[in-house]
T-cell receptor, first 110, second 116 residues
Framework: QKEVEQNSGPLSVPEGAIASLNCTYS??????FFWYRQYSGKSPELIMF????GDKEDGRFTAQLNKASQYVSLLIRDSQPSDSATYLC??????????FGTGTSLTVIP | EAQVTQNPRYLITVTGKKLTVTCSQN?????MSWYRQDPGLGLRQIYY???????DKGDVPEGYKVSRKEKRNFPLILESPSPNQTSLYFC???????????????FGSGTRLTVV
């Protein structure tokens, strides 16, 4: 069983719609959760981190964490073509080790 | 500019020829880590370092070495590269919160290594 699982997609949404990206993790002791965006040929860049159950909003992005269900999600509101990228979920139990999902490819259609 | 600098960006080498990929960060981050990224496998952690002289294995450490003699530098060493180490490598660093949580990585630009 993989530590972190994401739907590989591809996920396509029309411009202006909400994109919903999901991630599940296996280690119940995981403490910190991250979403990264990676454009083709580029390095990942941090979008958000979340530590506690509930929602965390930053501009058009909302991260949602449910530790009981071992589930973290990312919502992108008012999706733009520039949001087209691969989104990576990462989880850490907090002792130096990080586990990344294989990423979900998102395409926003103008 | 706050950044993680990796060199080289591209490297083609032959099996068995020792090489070093350098990584340097200018953000005074305590934590640094190396990853390899392969299609279908995602980012896999090779080694990490919690601070100077403190390093530990990640998920895929075989065939790699690291050292952390200075806070800013964290080189990745392949003493005898093999073709299965052909990959895209990323160095990353992160600050820690007061309760030792991570703020999230800043990644370097990546090193595309080909071993023939």
């Amino acid at each position: 069983q993989k530590e972190v699982e994401q739907n590989s997609g591809p996920l396509s949404v029309p411009e202006g719609a909400i994109a919903s990206l999901n991630c599940t993790y296996s280690d119940r002791g995981s403490q910190s959760f991250f979403w990264y965006r990676q454009y083709s040929g580029k390095s990942p860049e941090l979008i958000m981190f979340i530590y506690s159950n509930g929602d965390k909003e930053d501009g058009r992005f909302t991260a949602q964490l449910n530790k009981a269900s071992q589930y973290v999600s990312l919502l992108i509101r008012d999706s733009q073509p520039s949001d087209s990228a691969t989104y990576l979920c990462a989880v850490t139990p907090g002792i130096g080790q990080f586990y990344f999902g294989t990423g979900t490819s998102l395409t926003v259609i103008p | 500019e706050a950044q993680v600098t990796q060199n080289p960006r591209y490297l083609i080498t032959v099996t068995g020829k020792k090489l070093t990929v350098t990584c340097s960060q200018n953000m005074n981050h305590e934590y640094m880590s190396w990853y390899r990224q392969d299609p279908g496998l995602g980012l896999r952690q090779i080694y990490y370092s919690m601070n100077v002289e403190v390093t530990d294995k990640g998920d895929v450490p075989e065939g790699y070495k690291v050292s952390r003699k200075e806070k800013r530098n964290f080189p990745l060493i392949l003493e005898s590269p093999s073709p299965n180490q052909t990959s895209l490598y990323f160095c990353a660093s992160s600050a820690l919160t007061r309760d030792d949580r991570y703020y999230g990585y800043t990644f370097g630009s990546g090193t595309r290594l080909t071993v023939v």
